[in-house]
Structures are given as structure tokens and as C-alpha cells.
């Protein structure tokens, strides 16, 4: 019920023995609830130790359980890393004894390092328990403190839980020689209440919230939380050293200076052997961008992308040669060696940092290290940027992975100057699909005959899930893709043909029978051409839903349906065309007859990555129209003499 991964919270407060709430009042502030946070505190207490920046963060939670399935509240985590190290911790249950609570203290804890198949060594530990005595009406108490060693990688006070709340806070205490700033996001409706005090050595920031509900975020398609959930962010912009005030976060050009801290160290003198490999890379290539495609090419096959997570050493590129010698690396080294093989051929290559999409912030926003949770390579060739990602094995050379589109990117031209570029949002042309089928009626339904080839993103999604299907799975998976009209789709004999991988074009062709597709009635048939909906349950209900939609990647999707008319029958109602255009879709549907035969053809075409609210009604505008169009049947009728 709530979350468990990153919930940093909460200021240590007095033991409560009598019922500050009791069950009756919290069901009347919220009622049909199975659980209600009762508080939800975090207190952050800065420092300076060894002359830096260093915080504590306390955190406080109690959760009240009102449904009669309590026992199914029992486990809780908490994660910690070698740069967020958990000081202290205490938990209990609360238990209802008439007026009061009996407190049952928590006995079982573990602390385990995190296995993550996405990531090869990680320094994260998790601390688990499980609460006792659990009853209806029960409390669930959690004190714990982290230290973390590095203030500059202090995140933002989120209240994300999936529970309502009734008093929640975030406070901040500041020694005078540390001087801080605040930015308060996605608050319209101003749930945060802030406050500020100072005392003779300090000033204390708080943020409390009263009586939340929860935003409905269960939509697979939304943006990640920090996109439209209340949050504040704080962060130092100086402090007093040894050496008088010191600048910390104040600006892009501080962040900068963080950042490249950690290359500084890196490739600084060229390695013989890894010059050998990109000489044998690069023979006989003549222009910079012949060669540069080789590179990343040779990278993305021969380098194989592993994450790490180890404390700072999660922030520092390894050294080119290591990563050629081991054959791995995460993104940071990946940067590494492609920049330092780019530019042992000669052509200007920089170190960039970036965040994914999972990251609503822009540096020249917020010049912060929450701006970036990537690292790739930037090239410069003939006065072009091109942006390097070797994450990704199918990415095109000179096609940005569709999870960085739109975003910042930090270029590191020197240990002094940087450059930011946005990286492009690409058209949806270039992600096309292009799906020719032929059907013909049979005695029980329909058989046909598909050609589809994918472009682009569209490619490199079909190639990413083939890369290591065995022959099941690759069944598996064609069947999904070429699955049409209902669920009884049979797929028949296919071929995949890798028309193009450099380019991500890639074609499958499959037969097909659909049982009981399509009406036969007295000298009648029925049947709906619209065999594969491309919007189809695309409207969004307004009620329920308050977040945006994601779009992964704008994309244009042809369908094109060839029905042959049997012998002896006529077309006697063939459906209107059907056009819709708008600034997030278009849609095209057009019938035509040709040769003795029904072409069915549907273009749908994406243009906005994010579906605001602000955008909902627009949304719904076209996508209601459209569900109309697609109950349309073309009806064929015998021909009589």
C-alpha cells in the first residue's frame, strides 16, 4: 500500500501512549479507507564537517490500519547506500488496549544487499522487518535516520504514498554559516504551508500538509511521479570554509564543477592498445563521420551494457582502456570509451551528462544533480551534434534513443566550459509502420496474408525483443505483433527479414486464420475493416484521471486492409471516409474500390510526447470521434439476376 523504495522521512517525536486519533475520527476525515497515514515527517538537519556541506535527514511515519485485513500491512523496507547510511532505527506496532496503545516493538530485523537483475553491482542495502501483533485499528510506528555523506545529492520531500494523509510535514534546519534555496513544485492548489523561523544560530524552513488524498496515479502510461506530484526541493548555494564563503549549488556553473570532478582523472593519457583496436576500427574509412559511425557501431556491439550502483563511485566513468580490456560498463563508462575512441580517430568528442526522460527538469530550470541520471557521448562533426548513447545496441548513429528526447544535455567541452544543446524530439515519420494485408473469406471466418515493415524507434523495438528470443519466445512475440481483430487470431507460417538493422528497418510476414471473423446473413456479408484499431480505447476518463499520458516515442502507423470480394457478391454500403487532425493526432480512414477489391486504409500519427490535462479535452475530442468509426462494417451483398 505504500511505497517502498526511497521514502526518506521524518523528525523523531514523543512516544504517544494515548490515542491522539482515534479510529472513529480518522474514518470520518476519510471513510471507506483501509489505511490512513496519521503523520508523515521529515526533518533535514545540515551541517559542515571536514569543511563541506554534509545532512541528516529524521524521519517519522505512523500508519493507521482500519480495514480488517491488517496482517496484509505487515512488511516494511527501508534502502540505504554507502552515500545514505541508515544511523538508527526504531519500530512498533501500537496496539488498541481500551483508551490507550500498548507498544509492541518490532524484533525481526535484516539488513540484505539488493539484488537487481538490471544492475551488475550495487552498494544498496535493504533493512526489513515485519510488524507484529497487527490487529484492526493498530498503529504501525517507524523512526529511522540516514546520514548523508554528500549534501549534494540531497532529493526532494515528496508526500508520493498511495494512502491519504492526515498531517504531514518537512522541515529544514539551517546553521547560519550555510545559506540555502527552496523551489516548491506541481502545487497549484498551494497543500504546502510554508513557514520559516530564526533562531540565534539557525533558521528552520517547514513545509506541513494537512488531510491529503492521494493523487490516482495507477495508469501504466503516466510520467513518472515527480512530474505532477507536490514536491519541494532544497539546496545550499554556500557555505562558510576555512577559507571564507564558499560557493556549493548557487548556480550551473557550481554543478558543472561537481560534474566534471568526476572526469577530471579520466583517459588522460592514451592508451597503446585501445589505439591499436580503433585504428583497425577505422581503416580505410575516409571521412569523420564514416569513421565515427564504425566506432559507435564497434561500441555497441562488442561493449556490453551493465548498470552500477557504488555509492560516489556510481558518479565517476572508468577508464576507456579498462572498459575495452573488460568488455562492460554502465553508461558513464560507455561515455568513456566512446569519447576516448572518437577522439584517438581524430574527431571531437565530449563527455555529456543527461537526464532521461524520468526527469521533468532542465538544468537552465533547476542546476542541480537531480537535473541527470544518464551519461552519454556528444560528437561534433562538420558542425553538427550528434549525440552518442552505447546503452542502448540498436540505437542509430545519429538517432538519440527515444528516452532522452527533448532533454538537456551538459557538454563538457573543458574542465572550465560547457555547452547545454537540447537533444531533438524525432518526427513521427521517421517511427513508421507500414502494415499490407490481404484477406479472403472463408467457409468458418477469414485467412489473410500480412506484410508489415517497422521503421525507427518502431525497428528498434521489434529488434530490441528479438535480441536474445529463443525460437518459443520469438513465436511468442511475433504472434502478439501480428495478433489482428479478435482472439481467436491463428498465426500461421512467418518470416522475419532484418531488412536494414543499421537503419532499424526490420519486416515479418505472416499467414493468418480469424474463426468466426466477419457476419454472413441470408445472401449478406458483414464485416469490419478496421482490423487493427490504432486508437482504439483512447479516451480518457476525466474523472479518474488528473495525470499526464506518456508517449514513448511520436510515431505514423499505415494500415492497409485488401479484402477480395468473393464471387458472385457486390459491394452495398462501403463506410465514409473519416478525417481528424489536431496539434497531439491526426487520424485517416478512407474505403476504395479497386480490381474487385475492398482497401481499407488507416493513418495514425502521434505529435506530442506529453497529454496534459490542459490537453484532455482535445484528446477526447478526437479519440470519441474515431471509436465511432471503427464499429463501421462495409457490407457485401449477392448479386441476383
Known amino acids: 500500500m505504500y511505497k517502498k523504495l526511497s521514502i526518506l522521512f521524518i523528525i523523531v517525536l514523543l512516544q504517544q501512549t494515548m490515542m491522539a486519533q482515534t ?18 515527517d521529515e526533518q533535514v538537519d545540515l551541517s559542515i564537517k571536514n569543511d563541506t556541506p554534509i545532512a541528516q535527514s529524521n524521519h517519522n511515519i505512523e500508519l493507521m490500519l482500519l480495514g480488517e485485513n491488517a496482517s496484509s500491512y505487515s512488511r516494511y523496507e527501508i534502502y540505504h547506500s554507502g552515500y545514505n547510511e541508515l544511523t538508527g532505527l526504531d519500530a512498533y506496532t501500537k496496539v ?21 537483475n538490471t544492475v551488475f553491482y550495487d552498494d544498496v542495502k535493504m533493512t526489513s522487518f515485519d510488524f507484529p501483533s497487527l490487529t484492526q485499528n493498530a498503529v504501525q510506528h517507524i523512526d529511522y535516520t540516514l546520514y548523508h555523506k554528500d549534501a549534494h545529492l540531497l532529493t526532494p520531500f515528496f508526500y508520493e504514498e498511495r494512502a491519504p494523509l492526515m498531517n504531514g510535514s518537512y522541515t529544514v534546519v539551517v546553521p547560519d554559516e550555510i545559506s540555502i534555496k527552496f523551489i516548491v513544485k506541481n502545487d497549484p492548489k498551494g497543500l504546502f504551508q510554508f513557514s520559516e523561523e530564526k533562531k540565534r544560530k539557525e533558521t528552520i524552513y517547514k513545509w506541513t500538509l494537512k488531510n491529503v488524498k492521494p493523487i490516482n496515479d495507477n495508469f501504466s502510461d503516466a510520467p513518472d511521479d515527480n512530474y505532477y506530484q507536490p514536491n519541494v526541493i532544497i539546496y545550499i548555494t554556500s557555505f562558510q570554509g576555512k577559507n571564507g564563503r564558499q560557493n556549493f549549488l548557487s548556480s550551473l556553473d557550481d554543478l558543472y564543477k561537481w560534474d566534471v570532478g568526476f572526469t577530471k582523472e579520466l583517459n588522460v593519457t592514451q592508451d597503446v592498445d585501445l589505439k591499436k583496436v580503433v585504428d583497425s576500427i577505422i581503416v580505410g574509412k575516409k571521412t569523420e563521420i564514416d569513421k565515427a559511425k564504425s566506432i559507435y557501431n564497434w561500441v555497441q556491439q562488442s561493449i556490453r551494457y ?19 580490456d573488460k568488455r562492460y560498463g554502465d553508461c558513464k563508462d560507455m561515455s568513456s570509451i566512446i569519447t576516448q575512441m572518437l577522439r584517438i580517430a581524430g574527431i571531437k568528442a565530449y563527455y555529456t551528462w543527461i537526464g532521461t526522460r524520468s526527469l521533468p527538469y532542465d538544468y537552465t530550470d533547476i542546476a542541480l544533480p537531480i537535473d541527470d541520471n544518464h551519461m552519454i557521448s556528444t560528437a561534433n562533426i562538420d558542425g553538427k551534434w550528434i549525440f552518442l548513447d552505447g546503452t542502448d545496441p540498436h540505437a542509430k548513429f545519429d538517432v538519440p534513443p527515444s528516452g532522452i528526447q527533448n532533454k538537456q544535455a551538459l557538454i563538457s567541452l573543458d574542465e572550465k566550459n560547457y555547452k547545454i544543446l537540447r537533444v531533438p524530439i524525432i518526427p513521427a515519420e521517421q517511427n513508421r509502420m507500414i502494415d499490407t ?16 515493415t517497422y521503421y525507427g524507434y518502431q525497428g528498434e523495438d521489434v529488434y530490441n525483443s528479438l535480441l536474445y528470443s529463443d525460437e518459443s519466445e520469438t513465436k511468442d512475440f511475433v504472434k502478439t505483433r501480428m495478433g489482428k481483430a479478435s482472439n481467436k487470431f491463428i498465426l500461421g507460417d512467418y518470416t522475419i527479414t532484418h531488412v536494414k538493422p543499421e537503419d532499424n528497418i526490420i519486416n515479418i510476414t505472416a499467414n493468418f486464420e ?46 492497409c486492409h485488401i479484402l477480395e470480394i468473393p464471387k458472385g457478391y457486390k459491394v452495398s454500403y462501403l463506410p465514409k471516409d473519416f478525417k481528424y487532425d489536431n496539434d497531439l493526432a491526426s487520424i485517416k480512414i478512407s474505403y476504395k474500390i479497386i480490381n474487385g477489391n475492398v482497401i481499407a486504409e488507416q493513418e495514425g500519427t502521434t505529435k506530442k510526447l506529453m497529454i496534459e490535462p490542459s490537453d484532455f479535452e482535445e484528446w477526447n ?15 457485401l451483398q449477392k448479386i441476383t439476376n
Do not use: W
Open 23 to 40: 479510529p472513529d475520527e480518522v474514518k470520518k476525515i476519510f471513510p471507506g479507507e483501509q489505511v490512513v497515514y496519521l503523520h508523515y
Open 96 to 116: 488498541p488496549d481500551g483508551d490507550k496503545y500498548k507498544k509492541v516493538k518490532v524484533t525481526n530485523k535484516q539488513t540484505s544487499s539488493v539484488n537487481n
Open 306 to 324: 551493465v548498470a552500477f550502483e557504488n555509492g560516489l563511485e556510481g558518479f565517476r566513468p572508468r577508464q576507456a582502456a579498462e572498459v575495452c
Open 437 to 452: 494485408t490481404t484477406i479472403s473469406f472463408t467457409d468458418n471466418g477469414i485467412k489473410g496474408r500480412e506484410n508489415v
Open 514 to 559: 480469424i474463426p468466426g471473423y466477419g457476419k454472413k446473413i441470408g445472401d449478406e456479408y458483414y464485416i469490419n475493416l478496421n482490423l487493427e484499431k490504432i486508437f482504439e480505447k483512447q479516451v480518457i476518463d476525466t474523472n479518474k484521471r488528473k495525470v499526464p499520458l506518456e508517449i514513448e516515442y511520436n510515431y505514423v502507423i499505415n494500415e
Open 621 to 635: 475530442k478526437e479519440m470519441g470521434a474515431v471509436q465511432t468509426q471503427y464499429k463501421e462494417s462495409v457490407v
